[in-house]
């Protein structure tokens, strides 16, 4: 038992937010594995509320070029609320995020013309070749959304376990009527992240930082 907590605790560590892929495109063998592994989540009596829309080749690139006209263009309608705001140490930590990633690529603080272009990575998938949209069923409500979140963070070690890097992206699911017409997904489905994933560019400086993790005593409330 030992050995597995450590393999799934090496998984937990090594998984970071990849923002550069290579441009190859990784196996459709090794997709089907991530999603049937994700699959494996629990959920509320077993209902798996979650379908997963992936893109490959020159359809990676259709979507690309579309969700830029989109935010382009449209007005963000997310199918979920967005955070009212981040109070205390949650927006400390939102902080810390941003500032690490703007250091690591040589962005100013005050450069803000900068910032906001690298902001638009988000949504040319920071150049994956891959990325897959997380749908859920409507009527689950917000139950199957958080259902929805463990196949999410399945999805994602079991792509650090095959070597695959990925990112979770809830800044597409803010133009959700776009995406579903993109892909011709039924009103019925809330779009709930995109998961941009790939080969990691390991060279690229938007990979070289880690964020921090919040202490025991932070999380842990202990009783009894």
């Known amino acids: 038992m030992t050995d597995q907590f450590d393999t799934l605790r090496g998984l937990l560590d090594a998984r970071h937010s990849c923002r550069a892929f290579l441009p190859g495109p990784v196996e459709d063998e090794v997709i089907a594995r991530i999603v049937q592994a994700a699959g494996r989540a629990p959920s509320w009596c077993n209902a798996q509320p979650w379908q997963v829309t992936v893109t490959r080749g020159g359809e990676t690139e259709r ?130 992240c995109a998961i941009s994933f790939g080969r990691p560019d390991p060279d690229h400086p938007a990979n070289r930082f880690r964020t921090t993790r919040a202490a025991l005593d932070e999380v842990l409330d202990l009783r009894g």
Do not use: K
């Open 63 to 192: 979507f690309r070029r579309a969700l830029l006209d989109a935010v382009r263009n449209d007005t963000p309608s997310p199918d979920l609320p967005w955070p009212e705001r981040y109070p205390g140490a949650h927006g400390a930590r939102r902080r810390e995020c941003g500032l690490q990633l703007y250091e690591a690529v040589g962005i100013a603080r005050e450069d803000r013309a900068a910032r906001a272009e690298q902001s638009m990575e988000n949504y040319r998938l920071f150049g994956a070749p891959h990325v897959a949209i997380v749908h859920s069923e409507a009527a689950l409500g917000p139950y199957g959304a958080m259902d929805t979140g463990g196949f999410v963070t399945a999805f994602m070690l079991a792509a650090t376990a095959l070597g695959v890097g990925s990112i979770a992206q809830a800044s597409v699911a803010a133009y959700a009527p776009f995406v579903r017409a993109h892909f011709d997904l039924p009103e019925t489905r809330l779009i709930l």
